[in-house]
């Protein structure tokens, strides 16, 4: 304990303080998913599924942990995804994540709903990489906006979120009547009155969305949106390889594999399940990155071998912001980066570009190897005496590992 808070050692203890610390409709509209639920869970399922297969005695003395994203490098390979209102699990709100993610080298994306506005941000936290999260706007010129203050405080990347045309049913939020605090507002917007008496009504957060944002978007929107911008826009929310086709076509600089945290659209696949899809139709033309259900090291690790370019957090970072501020969701981003390099030593990898292929397999790849040896023919034990036979071979290792294989072998039939 450090002055009554409880110290955390993984991302789920600090989910735990954070839901029992937090009010319970506050707890259930971070936590919770769409419908079902079932995305959401798969999120996680998803990464358990998948085994590793290290390889050891490698020399890992020399790592390097650090990924690269359009063009430059950062210490820490997770980053923080965009997640609205902030102040509502910290008093400082979003410039307390800003800050722990320019203490760890850690690229931010600032949700457009945040509780501090883009440029408090910015002031209180020169040093850190910010991308700005975006949404197309029945009035265009709310986006166009937002685009142009976020250029001017130095933010260097736009994202534009896809997967929102209308609003996920969170049965969670519907049956606490979740909405924004009156003692809240949305920063970016503090000049708008309209945005924020909508969000105090009892049906706020959906009926908001729904009447702001325009359904009727497509492409030529988001070619409108990238042609408006000097930044490079990356596409948030992608889960297929014909979308992520369009996002090259459009001139789009990178693609985050995002379900939105299995808040929208409910029985879509894992992101790690769609990530191969998109990483295969786009190969090199577009960097890929990926966020929803990261918890581990492991995850990152899984995530970046099959080929996201780096991985974001949402959830982990509300709870660390929720434990201690700045310094929680600092500590978040330092266990996942001492988990991630624990992980290259362990699997025998130096860095990312040594995560190969053969390393991450699908689960059944045991199952499958483990139904094939119980059924197959060979299976019944050797006789007593004919595996003494194979074990004092074995002992008796002999210079030429061939020869000693061959001699074995010999035993064995
Ligand atoms: C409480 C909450 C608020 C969110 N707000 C936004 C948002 O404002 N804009 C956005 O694009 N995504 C938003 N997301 C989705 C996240 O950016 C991200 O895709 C998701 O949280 C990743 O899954 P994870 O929480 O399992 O890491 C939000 C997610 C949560 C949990
Ligand atoms: C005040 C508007 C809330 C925006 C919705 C944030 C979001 O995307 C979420 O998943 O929640």
């Known amino acids: 304990m450090t002055g009554g808070i409880p110290v955390c050692c993984n991302i789920n203890e600090f989910e735990k303080f954070a839901i029992s610390a937090l009010g319970e409709d506050v707890a259930d509209y971070y936590q919770g998913g769409a419908t079902s639920e079932s995305t959401l869970n798969n999120n996680r399922k998803a990464y358990e599924n998948l085994k590793l297969r ?14 690269t994203v359009l063009g430059k490098t950062y210490r820490s390979p997770v980053g923080i ?45 020169p040093s850190t990489t910010l991308w700005m999260q975006m949404y197309i706007f029945k009035e265009r010129d709310i986006t166009l906006d937002m685009i142009r203050r976020a250029e001017k405080a130095g933010f260097s990347a736009i994202v534009l979120t896809m997967d929102t045309a209308v609003f996920g049913s969170r049965y969670r939020d519907i049956k606490n009547q979740f909405a924004m605090p009156p003692y809240l507002s949305l920063g970016n917007f503090r000049h708008m009155e309209q945005h924020h008496v909508d969000l105090k009504c009892l049906t706020g957060i959906s009926d908001y969305i729904n009447t702001q944002f325009d359904d009727s978007v497509n492409w030529n929107d988001v070619s409108w949106l990238v042609k408006s911008t000097k930044l490079p826009v990356i596409c948030k929310g992608i889960l297929t390889g014909e979308d992520a086709n369009l996002c090259l076509e459009v001139g789009a600089q990178g693609i985050i594999v995002s379900n939105h945290g299995g808040r929208q659209l409910d029985q879509t696949p894992a992101t790690i399940e769609a990530l191969p899809e998109v990483v295969q139709a786009v190969g090199d033309s577009i960097e890929v990155y990926i966020d929803g259900g990261i918890r581990y090291g492991t995850d990152v690790f899984k995530a970046v071998g099959l080929g996201a370019k780096y991985v974001f957090i949402g959830r982990a970072s509300l709870w660390g912001l929720a434990h201690s501020g700045s310094n929680g969701v600092a500590k978040v981003l330092q266990i996942l980066h001492f988990e991630f390099d624990q992980t290259l030593a362990l699997c025998g990898c130096t860095c990312a570009d040594d995560i190969t292929r053969e390393m991450i397999v699908h689960r059944t790849y045991y199952e499958d190897i483990l139904k094939k040896y119980l059924s197959s023919k060979s299976t019944r034990r050797k006789s007593a005496k004919s595996q003494s036979k194979v074990h004092l071979a074995v002992l008796r290792v002999s210079k030429s590992p061939e020869k000693h294989r061959s001699k074995t072998r010999k035993l064995r039939k």
Do not use: F, W, Y
Not at 54 to 67: A, C, E, G, I, T
Not at 110 to 124: G, Q
């Open 54 to 67: 290290p390889r050891v005695m490698r020399d890992v003395s020399n790592r390097d942990s650090s990924l």
């Open 81 to 125: 995804s965009p997640t609205a209102m902030q102040k509502l699990a910290h008093c400082e709100g979003e410039i307390a994540t800003a800050r722990a993610a320019g203490a760890m080298d850690a690229i931010m994306i600032l949700s457009l709903m945040s509780t501090v506005s883009l440029e408090e941000v910015r002031a209180h936290n």
